[in-house]
């Protein structure tokens, strides 16, 4: 696999690591050898290393002084932690959207998400319901206009793809659940009801990391 575009050549490498930790081709405590990663993909061993300090920027990999670059264990304290963060921040993004939107249009990729979501519950396609799930915070950035709030939730966002693709791989089912909430939250965004979107955003994460560490224990 050879990668082109070289101004941005560290990005897609981290992308390609992240989407086979996130699936979990790679395991927790697996070791990430820069030469084979250099050999097999065809890029400088300077691009590989760019790229591992960008996976431990998103808590995908630890680097350790003489062990080298593995991947981070999740634990259920990790995944409580995890969830219970991202929660405030999408508390933020959603009233932030629910503050600002002003016409039909503004709601439009919301609705269009929604749709996305539907079509992958009906196939069981988990990768594509994990991507659109997260899609709604890029969709939201631009009603919160706060560039410190995007990055947290850029570099913590793989960490949490990660962990809800572990509980909807183990319990698809789980993922009509999902997609129910959101559409609590669409419904409490567009009556503008800041306590409904907390109360809903609460019962997702909370809910998102039950499952998780359900999925660990029988891991």
């Not at 050898?33 to 995908?60: D, F, P, Y």
């Not at 539907?118 to 196939?123: G, I, N, V, Y």
Request: some cysteine; aromatic content about 6%; proline content about 3%.
């Amino acid at each position: 696999m050879t990668f082109k575009a070289p101004d941005s050549l560290a990005e897609q490498i981290a992308h390609h690591l992240a989407e086979r930790i996130i699936r979990g081709d790679l395991k927790p405590g697996e070791r990430i050898q820069e030469q084979k990663v250099t050999l097999a993909l065809n890029v400088s061993r300077g691009s590989v290393r760019e790229a591992l300090l960008i996976l431990e920027r998103r808590h995908l990999i630890a680097i350790l002084p003489r062990r080298g670059a593995h991947v981070t264990e999740l634990t259920a304290h990790k995944v409580q932690s995890l969830c219970t963060l991202m929660g405030e921040m999408y508390i933020l993004l959603g009233n932030a959207v629910a503050e600002g939107w002003q016409t039909q249009a503004d709601m439009a990729p919301f609705l269009q998400i929604q749709q996305r979501l539907q079509l992958s519950l009906e196939r069981e396609d988990i990768r594509a319901f994990v991507d659109e799930s997260f899609s709604v915070m890029r969709a939201a950035y631009p009603f919160a206009n706060n560039p410190y709030l995007q990055e947290t939730v850029e570099n913590l966002q793989p960490a949490m793809n990660r962990a809800y693709y572990l509980a909807l791989d183990q319990r698809k089912a789980s993922m009509s659940e999902f997609l129910a909430l959101f559409e609590q939250l669409l419904a409490a965004v567009l009556a503008r009801d800041l306590v409904q979107i907390r109360l809903v955003l609460t019962a997702y994460c909370q809910r998102s990391s039950s499952l998780v560490i359900a999925a660990l224990a029988g891991a």
